[in-house]
T-cell receptor, first 117, second 112 residues
Framework: GAVVSQHPSRVICKSGTSVKIECRSLDFQATTMFWYRQFPKKSLMLMATSNEGSKATYEQGVEKDKFLINHASLTLSTLTVTSAHPEDSSFYIC?????????????FGAGTRLSVL | SQQGEEDPQALSIQEGENATMNCSYKTSINNLQWYRQNSGRGLVHLILIRSNEREKHSGRLRVTLDTSKKSSSLLITASRAADTASYFCATGVMEYGNKLVFGAGTILRVKS
């Protein structure tokens, strides 16, 4: 399967600052990446689908201006949490959809734990 | 919205015992997948079963799918302490393209 690197693994920031999380596909070119948010002992909630070279597709209820996604190359997608607040504290995970996408199998990064003070 | 529901929410067994987790979903699917998540980590794909399949095996894993009941089960045989993790089912839904919808998950604890 695909190898996905996510960085940083943990970040602590002050309220009001912005935080960038990187998701890299190390062994193949990914046209599609996914960003999830996970609360403690809960399931994954899809935030957005990141498409290389075009705008991300956000799920209902996810603020586009709050969670900026950039997929400028076939190996890198970034999620920027802008003006972070304590309620944004969560575990963020990215994944890569490896062709053939018809199988929907996704390969995940190790996640980023964001703590906003 | 999350369409998968899993039970039990938590399961605690002794090493060597079998563990069974169930998943139910609401709409038509292309396939159903099971993933594993160790605490504080990303998810790892375990097995995929297509909508026209009824059973699939992979090592100590056995997955069944009943599309008439919209349910699936994951059986882990001869469990090991290293199997301790959260297990999620995920459905590939036709109208959602290549997105997955994840269930609530089962927390499995295998005691040695």
């Amino acid at each position: 399967g695909a190898v996905v690197s996510q960085h940083p693994s943990r970040v602590i920031c002050k309220s009001g600052t912005s935080v960038k999380i990187e998701c890299r596909s190390l062994d193949f070119q990914a046209t599609t990446m996914f960003w999830y948010r996970q609360f403690p002992k809960k399931s994954l909630m899809l935030m957005a689908t990141s498409n290389e070279g075009s705008k991300a597709t956000y799920e209902q209820g996810v603020e586009k201006d709050k969670f900026l996604i950039n997929h400028a190359s076939l190996t890198l997608s970034t999620l920027t949490v802008t003006s972070a607040h304590p309620e944004d504290s969560s575990f963020y995970i990215c994944s890569v959809g490896q062709p053939p996408l018809a199988k929907n199998i996704q390969y995940f990064g190790a996640g980023t734990r964001l703590s906003v003070l | 919205s999350q369409q998968g529901e899993e039970d039990p929410q938590a399961l605690s067994i002794q090493e060597g015992e079998n563990a069974t987790m169930n998943c139910s979903y609401k709409t038509s699917i292309n396939n159903l997948q099971w993933y594993r998540q160790n605490s504080g980590r990303g998810l790892v794909h375990l097995i995929l079963i297509r909508s026209n399949e009824r059973e699939k095996h992979s090592g100590r894993l056995r997955v069944t799918l009943d599309t008439s009941k919209k349910s699936s089960s994951l059986l882990i045989t001869a469990s090991r302490a290293a199997d301790t993790a959260s297990y999620f089912c995920a459905t590939g839904v036709m109208e959602y393209g290549n997105k997955l919808v994840f269930g609530a998950g089962t927390i499995l604890r295998v005691k040695s």
